[in-house]
């Protein structure tokens, strides 16, 4: 029986991967047959998800997105050792709550490394002809910040917006090397990142944020499986969208 998402064969470079969304969607993409290159910082947290996939060819590589200039050198180095990747997803993000007033360069500096010039220049180099197999899909994951207004969210709103405007131009410059461009707008998302965000908030204003969402809060495995559609061939006609998996938070 044909499986449209099936990844047997492809090679494919997940950040973020040590946990959370990463994670989840590196061991969907295990299932679902590819070969997962791992990245994050923590090479122990890692070398725990590696332990959570199926099948064989998966590798780990600890490296720090914050150095963005070296992406492009680096995933070419990869595609080298391990050969040209068909799939890149960037889960990798930082999330920061601070209003206009209390907020600090050196914080939104860091921020729009890892959230912005770590997605273009992972896309500069993930263009290259030695780095991709002919083509591909690259996918952000953005969020629902970057769609609607939210108070204390400004630095992260923007960094998520800028994703967005990543990701529909560089599908229209890189169509014609064949390689789509997508990214996923999620809303509140049940892992660890959000659970510390979640430490601050009383359980008051916790149900409040659940309300915001019809079908509840979502899981990690939610946007994994949004993931892996837009990187197979499912979603081949699709290039330079915003796939917003949210629970319903912006249909009211």
Same mark, same amino acid.
């Given at each position: 029986?044909?499986? @449209?998402? +099936?990844?047997?064969?492809?090679?494919?470079?997940v950040t973020g991967a040590s946990s959370g969304i990463g994670r989840e969607t590196a061991v969907l993409l295990s299932r679902?047959?590819?070969?997962?290159?791992?990245?994050a910082r923590n090479r122990q947290r890692l070398e725990e998800t590696r332990c959570l996939l199926e099948g064989t060819g998966h590798e780990a590589e600890a490296f720090d997105l914050c150095g963005y200039e070296r992406i492009p050198h680096w995933i070419r180095d990869l595609a080298k050792r391990y050969g @040209?990747? +068909?799939g890149l997803v960037h889960s990798a993000g930082i999330q920061m709550t601070a209003t206009l007033k209390t907020m600090e360069a050196e914080h939104v500096e860091v921020l729009w490394r890892t959230n912005v010039m770590a997605s273009l220049w992972l896309a500069k180099g993930y263009r290259h002809p030695e780095a991709n197999n002919s083509g591909g899909s690259l996918v952000f994951i953005s969020s629902i910040a970057g769609l609607v207004g939210q108070p204390a969210l400004c630095a992260y709103s923007a960094s998520k917006a800028?994703?967005?405007?990543?990701?529909?131009?560089?599908?229209?410059?890189?169509?014609?090397q064949k390689i789509r461009v997508n990214c996923i707008?999620?809303?509140?998302?049940?892992?660890?990142?959000?659970l510390e965000f979640g430490a601050g908030l009383t359980s008051?204003?916790?149900?409040a944020i659940e309300k915001e969402h019809p079908l509840g809060i979502g899981e990690a495995a939610d946007v994994a499986n949004a993931t892996a559609f837009l990187l197979s061939e499912a979603a081949r006609w699709i290039t330079g969208s915003v796939l917003v998996v949210d629970g319903g938070y912006t249909a009211r």
């Open positions: 029986m044909l499986n @449209p998402l +099936d990844m047997t064969g492809r090679r494919i470079l679902l047959g590819a070969r997962v290159v791992l990245v @040209p990747f +068909d800028a994703v967005i405007g990543l990701t529909r131009s560089a599908a229209v410059e890189l169509a014609r707008a999620p809303a509140h998302v049940a892992t660890r990142m959000s008051e204003q916790y149900e």
